[in-house]
């Protein structure tokens, strides 16, 4: 009985705020997508309203956002979602399932990713030992913007977070790879080959050792070729002449004590071996 009763005082209360915001702003009602909810003020005001539980009506205008941004019909629907996330935040800011869906909602219907971090950061700031949301975050990052400097700074965020999944410190040193920063991705998987004790884990960390380690070869070795030839005007026939010239101290090799292969027509230098396949 109380439950209903609290739910009717919302509708009425959202009655009464979009009926104000027509008379201001003179908008025909059925020229407004969706419902009344979208006009509500912030959600520290409607604890005032929520008679002692703004936990239930949290729960209430999530259930209606969930709805409301399903509706295909309502073209610019999305215009309000920070507003009734934040609102939905600011009655029960240890609600935890509002701000994945929210950020859900934001990637994979509106196409906003910034507005995902956005909602994400307020759910880590009023919870912060809730690993979920950076690691959400740095997926997004990685896999919709490919801002691996960005999904990089929200991995090392979930890593400091009591019980975050181990693979996030993997996930971390393949973003610092994509970035070519080289060293911070050879410190990293150098410590999780050294710590790991999943002969797995210990695998995946040797292979990638291996991969960002002929990387930083292959950069320095195509440096010098591109020196070589702008000091001759041709390529080098082979890695050697590289050292004979002064280009290079010696021709590195692989982790495997294997020599780079080179092809002079092509330019092309790469291992004789798959990373990933060793």
């Not at 919870?127 to 997004?140: E, L, S, T």
């Amino acid at each position: 009985m109380r439950k209903s009763f609290i739910i009717v005082m919302v509708i009425l209360s959202c009655t009464v705020f979009m009926a104000l915001k027509l008379k201001i702003d003179g908008t025909p009602r059925t020229k407004i997508p969706g419902s009344s909810i979208i006009y509500m003020p912030s959600g520290k005001y409607l604890k005032f309203a929520s008679f002692g539980n703004p936990t239930m009506m949290a729960d209430f205008i999530y259930l209606w956002a969930i709805q409301y941004y399903g509706n295909y019909n309502i073209p610019d629907r999305f215009e309000y979602l920070e507003h009734i996330f934040s609102i939905i935040s600011e009655l029960d800011p240890l609600y935890l399932d509002p701000y994945e869906v929210g950020a859900l909602i934001a990637v994979y219907e509106a196409k906003d990713v910034p507005l995902a971090f956005k909602i994400l950061d307020l759910g880590l700031k009023n919870n912060p030992d809730q690993w979920i949301f950076p690691f959400q975050a740095g997926h997004y990052a990685q896999m919709f913007l490919e801002d691996f400097s960005i999904a990089k700074d929200y991995y090392e965020k979930t890593m400091k977070i009591e019980g975050a999944p181990s693979q996030t410190e993997r996930l971390a040193a393949n973003a610092a790879f994509k970035m070519m920063d080289y060293e911070t991705a050879w410190q990293s998987w150098l410590e999780i080959y050294q710590t790991a004790t999943d002969d797995r884990v210990i695998k995946i960390a040797a292979n990638h050792l291996y991969n960002v380690k002929a990387s930083r070869d292959i950069q320095l070795i195509k440096g010098a070729i591109n020196l070589y030839s702008e000091k001759f005007g041709r390529r080098p026939l082979n890695l050697e002449q590289l050292v004979r010239e002064g280009f290079l101290s010696s021709v590195p090799k692989d982790m495997d004590e294997k020599d780079y292969i080179y092809n002079p027509q092509t330019n092309e230098v790469r291992t004789e071996t798959i990373w990933s396949k060793r």
